[in-house]
């Protein structure tokens, strides 16, 4: 635990240093998060290089030059960048956020996802939350940033993705231009949760993702009739290895985010997984603690690499014998496992030489990222502005973000969103999206301290 006391005496540190920030206004926050929403960045509607028009075009107007701006086409969707230099030649930050959002259905929503509506204290709209809400905190900070004349040493690199939600080919070309970052902060991830009674519970910090990684199990034979059945049969020889992989369990593991914010977490939750938690955190082998955490679905991925059927495909006709019977597997695997490591030993598991396990070409691993005391103090310091003594819980993601391919590229990332709200209110991807209006100043203070602080 000495790192962790290490960060909290820097943020002490910190806090105690002269403040002179002014936060973004509020209003001017609020207004770009609902125009941002009022633009559909929907795959294949075409409307990412709208929106990156439009920061753009909030940033020249607080003072940023063309050439401090660069908005890239990507066939429909697009990248944006924005520069506030660093009077240094020390590495940059990257500000990591998205421009796209998932589709939404207007006949299934109580409002229309895309006409932005402020109403009973929220925010409505596709994107209100993810990730259009800290994107636009973002861009208003960097304004505001621009406006008061501040000179950060380091160079503050704000670069939104176009299709963090479909296939990550923008994330891909940010990260390889970027690769010389010294870390990046991801607005996509961590944040505050606020209970029912609207008391701040937790900060999470996410620092790592587990690797997503498709897997297709092929058996192939010559067929023939049913009639005239034999000793081999592709799905039964799929089924067969389906049923061992199901019963198969990875070798739990353990790393610095888990063994720091596990004990944590434990403290929040308590009870019987609680306890549990604490248990494998001071010991991974403890049997009696990964079973535990085992029949638990909020917390099985967090102590290894899981993989799990979930597609089947066999056979063409009802009366011939099946030439072909497929499945994929989905794993999350835990950080610093290779996705060939993983293939291998489903292989093993398997035991089938029959049965091909093929891996998805497109899968890219990621290890976690170290828990910076730099970072890590100034995360404290904004948190505690807002809510004193308030726990930082060290994450782990078991879906991935913008900061998986950064992570890939050596580049540090830290998921550290400004958003703080009830779990209850968190309808990211679903119906009726929404972002109290009450947590846009807060956050707002947030990113200013942490920007400032970081670009030191």
């Known amino acids: 635990m000495r790192l962790v006391s290490a960060f909290l005496a820097s943020a002490a540190m910190l806090a105690a240093a002269p403040v002179h920030a002014k936060p973004a206004d509020t209003a001017a926050a609020k207004k770009i998060l609902m125009d941002s929403v009022a633009i559909p960045t929907v795959e294949g509607r075409g409307k990412v290089p709208e929106l990156a028009a439009y920061y753009a075009g909030v940033l ?55 006409v932005p ?9 596709r994107g209100s939350e993810d990730n259009k809400f800290d994107v636009a905190m973002m861009v208003a900070t960097m304004a505001a940033l621009k406006q008061q004349g501040f000179k950060p040493k380091r160079t503050i690199i704000l670069a939104l993705s176009g299709d963090e939600e479909t296939s990550m080919m923008t994330t891909r070309a940010l990260a390889a231009k970027y690769k010389g970052a010294e870390f990046a902060l991801n607005g996509d991830g961590g944040g505050g949760l606020i209970g029912e009674d609207g008391k701040p519970k937790y900060y999470g910090l996410q620092a790592g993702e587990k690797t997503y990684a498709d897997y297709v199990l092929e058996v192939t034979n010559p067929g023939g009739h049913s009639s005239r059945p034999g000793a081999v049969n592709a799905i039964v020889e799929l089924s067969e290895a389906l049923a061992k992989i199901g019963a198969y369990r990875f070798t739990p593991q353990q790393n610095e985010l888990t063994r720091i914010g596990m004990p944590i977490v434990a403290d929040q939750v308590g009870g019987d997984i609680g306890a549990a938690l604490k248990a494998f955190a001071a010991n991974p082998a403890d049997a009696k603690a990964i079973a ?14 899981t993989c799990v059927p979930t597609l089947v ?5 009802e009366n011939a014998l099946p030439q072909r019977a497929t499945a994929n597997i989905n794993c999350r695997i835990f950080p610093g496992v290779s996705i060939e490591a993983v293939r291998a030993e489903l292989e093993k598991v398997i035991a089938d030489p029959a049965v091909k396990v ?10 976690a990222s170290p828990l910076r005391p730099d970072v890590m103090a100034a995360v404290t310091k904004a948190v505690h502005a807002r809510a004193p003594g308030l726990p930082i819980i060290p994450s782990m993601s078991a879906g991935a973000t913008d900061s998986l391919h950064f992570r890939a590229v050596g580049v540090p990332s830290y998921g550290v969103a400004g958003l703080f709200s009830k779990a ?23 990113w200013d301290s942490l920007l400032r602080d970081l670009s030191k």
């Open 292 to 305: 535990a955490i085992r029949a638990d679905p909020e917390y099985v991925g967090q102590i290894g690499t």
């Open 60 to 114: 020249k107007a607080a003072g940023y030059s063309d050439a401090d701006i660069e908005i890239t086409p990507m066939g429909e969707t697009a990248t944006f960048a924005a520069t506030l230099q660093g009077t240094t030649k020390a590495k940059p930050i990257v500000l990591l956020g998205h421009m796209d959002v998932v589709e939404a259905d207007p006949k299934d929503w109580t409002r229309d996802p895309f």
């Open 424 to 446: 209850s209110d968190s309808f990211a991807h679903g119906l009726n999206e929404r972002a109290p209006v009450d947590a846009i100043a807060p956050a707002l203070a947030y």
């Open 358 to 367: 093929n891996t998805d070409p497109d899968a890219t691993a990621s290890d």
């Open 313 to 317: 495909k066999g056979g063409h006709a």
């Open 117 to 125: 509506v402020e109403e009973n204290g929220y925010i409505f709209g």
